[in-house]
């Protein structure tokens, strides 16, 4: 129940962290997303990534026909689905056409996550069988004896929704404004930090499950340790995290203002840090010791910062840095676990920890080939047809009101008798600063005019329809 709970805290990062002229628009897709998930898991996702087959994929469990007994199982894995779906929409915020939006969805939680599932997590045995065991497994592995290690998902679940969000992001381009005519980033506020603060509070206790919950018991003689280290070096790992982002930004963020650098602590890039931590722990969590847990969110705070930079260095629009937060975060993580765990490289030093790491590096090569063999063509078929992105005039007003016709922020809800001031703004019949900052309405309604949120702190009277 507390990892479904990160989905609004999903919706609540993203909300504050676009426009105030999108945020219907990205809410309504955080809320499909469960619902997407929810339908496209029971028909299909399960069966592909727990049913009998092959190590590669499963083949029964259609529609819900699966044992009583998994119903359990079913929830928990559902989420996880729908989270890696979440993921992609911080990539394409702002841009994206709806139906894309639900294509990709459907066909991430349907098919492409629920067979990285099977090979990474499904190890139950059908009738003795172990062709039905996924091939990242111990005993059926590339490398006999050795084991993919990816306790709560950071490959699985993180570098899945990490390179679907870099497909989606590369062909849909940057959001207009973005770049300069020299190719230089521009800055594009969110409309609301609060919001993006609660989301990303919401994320960190959602973690604490969804790392603990991972080991999907809590009954049998030692579940009780294993969950609770989880859920400590999740915060270990956050917290490492949240201080380097911090201290990073304050460093390397100074500008110059009347020949005087000035430097600042920064609330938003501080939150994707504590997230970029937990993401990374998410593979070791269950075995680290909470050393390895605080050097595993050190580092990933360097990963996720310089990574963020350099994905909008090479022209990659993420508004939500899910590439570095989820996908490079994610692969620290893969590297990071058979480094620190208790049996791992830097206490043992075995040839068996070594095979981990071989193990983990060809699994996240996995993940990432088969991902974006998945999305790059889907995404490519949807903008061939002229399905992915939005018009650009669109695009520049906003999609709340001409996709969904519900303004997050409608003037009218402003309070009593705004409606009567913005009537005599729009014929000019108000004198003073009021009348001269909107004079430029003109004869338009109030119903003709919409405002939006340009990121700056102004809000700008814009014709709603054509």
């Known amino acids: 129940m507390i990892v479904f709970l990160m989905q609004c805290g999903f919706a609540f990062l993203e909300a504050g962290a676009v426009r105030s002229k999108n945020t219907t628009n990205i809410l309504l897709k955080n809320l499909l997303d469960s619902s997407v998930a929810g339908l496209s898991y029971w028909a299909l996702g399960y069966a592909f990534a727990f049913g009998d087959g092959t190590g590669f994929i499963g083949g029964s469990g259609f529609f819900g026909t699966f044992p009583e007994a998994d119903l359990s199982k079913w929830f928990f894995q559902m989420v996880f689905a729908a989270t890696a779906a979440t993921i992609v929409s911080g990539g394409v915020a702002e841009r994206c056409e709806f139906v894309a939006y639900l294509t990709y969805s459907i066909v991430l939680t349907a098919f492409c996550y629920p067979v990285i599932t099977r090979w990474a997590w499904h190890s139950n045995v059908s009738d003795g069988h172990p062709s039905n065991v996924g091939w990242l497994i111990d005993g059926v592995s590339v490398i006999p004896g050795a084991a993919y290690h990816d306790f709560a998902g950071s490959g699985v679940v993180h570098v899945c929704g990490g390179v679907a969000a870099l497909c989606g992001a590369v062909l849909l381009g940057p959001r207009i404004g973005k770049y300069d005519s020299q190719g230089r980033a521009v800055a594009i506020p969110g409309h609301s930090v609060p919001l993006a603060a609660l989301g990303g509070f919401i994320l960190m206790f959602g973690f604490f499950a969804f790392n603990g919950g991972s080991q999907f018991s809590i009954s049998n003689e030692g579940d009780g340790v294993v969950v609770a280290r989880a859920v400590v070096n999740t915060i270990i790992s956050g917290s490492a995290a949240g201080v380097t982002t911090i201290l990073l930004h304050r460093m390397f963020s100074a500008t110059k203002r009347n020949c005087i650098r000035h430097s600042t602590w920064s609330l938003l890039s501080t939150i994707n840090g504590v997230l970029g931590g937990m993401v990374a722990i998410c593979a070791g969590a269950n075995m680290m010791h909470m050393w390895g847990a605080f050097i595993t969110g050190f580092i990933s705070a360097l990963v996720y910062y310089f990574g963020s930079m350099l994905v909008e260095r090479i022209g990659i629009d993420d508004p939500l840095d899910a590439v570095a937060v989820h996908g490079l975060c994610g692969t620290w993580g893969l590297v990071a676990a058979p480094l620190f765990i208790i049996d791992g490289i830097l206490l043992s030093g075995s040839r068996k920890s070594a095979e981990v790491l071989a ?39 906003g999609l709340d009101i001409p996709k969904h016709a519900e303004p997050a922020y409608p003037s009218e809800a402003w309070g009593d008798g705004w409606g009567e001031f913005l009537k005599a703004t729009s014929t000019g019949l108000v004198t003073g600063s009021s009348s001269e900052a909107t004079s430029s309405s003109g004869d338009k309604t109030p119903q003709e005019l919409s405002y939006v949120h340009h990121g700056n702190g102004a809000f700008q009277m814009e014709v709603e329809t054509k």
């Open 359 to 397: 193990m983990n590096l060809i699994g996240w090569l996995a993940i990432v080939i088969w991902t974006a063999a998945i999305c790059l063509p889907m995404f490519g078929l949807l903008k061939l047809c002229k399905m992915l992105r939005v018009e650009e005039d669109i695009e520049m007003k």
